[in-house]
């Protein structure tokens, strides 16, 4: 069974979609760590009513380390075999990704390559989507590189906007489809590893 750690920033949408679909066995995997670098962060709660372990790690907690690094040493600690990205709002550096070659994957709530990079996350996205009225939106689901949203697509799912489509409504649109596009995703990559 498929070791995932999961990094998250706020609430970790992606990540409830994922432990729905392990717990119905629709994904032959476990999520088995959960890291945020948000104090605050809804999802430490919601792992830990999983009985998941679940960190913080940030510069306050850690003034003095690396930060990438004690995620590396936190997902090999747990025998983590993928990681996936869940609203997670700091870029990964080279050595992180380095160590899990093709094994971090990331949801990103837009049709990339538009609408993506530096800047682009969040309701930023949608945003930017509607000030440009575009006539659909999506998600890509892709590994993780270097460079922000450029690795490569493993999915992407799109639908048509309304006419008075708003922020709000697309973010709501945007993350229902990513519970479903995450889980088609991570079978692909799992049941082909
Ligand atoms: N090396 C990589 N790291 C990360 C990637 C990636 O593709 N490669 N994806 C992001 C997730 N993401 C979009 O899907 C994304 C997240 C955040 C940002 C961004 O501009 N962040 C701000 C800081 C925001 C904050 O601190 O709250 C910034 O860098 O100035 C862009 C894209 C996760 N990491
Ligand atoms: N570019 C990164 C980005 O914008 N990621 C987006 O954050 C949301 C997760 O939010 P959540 O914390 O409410 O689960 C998701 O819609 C995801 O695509």
Known sequence: ???????ASHNGSGFEA???????????AQVV????????AKVLQKAANKNIPNFIVNAKKYPDENLDEKITNLMCEF??????????MKKLEK??????????INSHPALLPKFGGKGMYGTNVHKAVIKAKEKSSGCTVHYVNENYDEG???LQKSFLLDENESV????NKIKSLEATTIVEALKKVVNNS
């Open 18 to 28: 994922i432990q729905k679909a392990c717990e119905q066995k629709i994904l032959n």
């Open 33 to 40: 760590l959960v890291i945020s670098n948000n104090t605050d």
């Open 1 to 7: 069974m498929k070791r995932i750690g999961i990094l």
């Open 168 to 171: 709000e409504s697309l973010e």
């Open 95 to 104: 050595n992180l990704i380095k160590s899990f070659k093709n094994r971090i």
């Open 79 to 88: 025998r983590v075999d993928y990681i996936f990205l869940s609203g997670f």
């Open 152 to 154: 490569e697509y493993i």
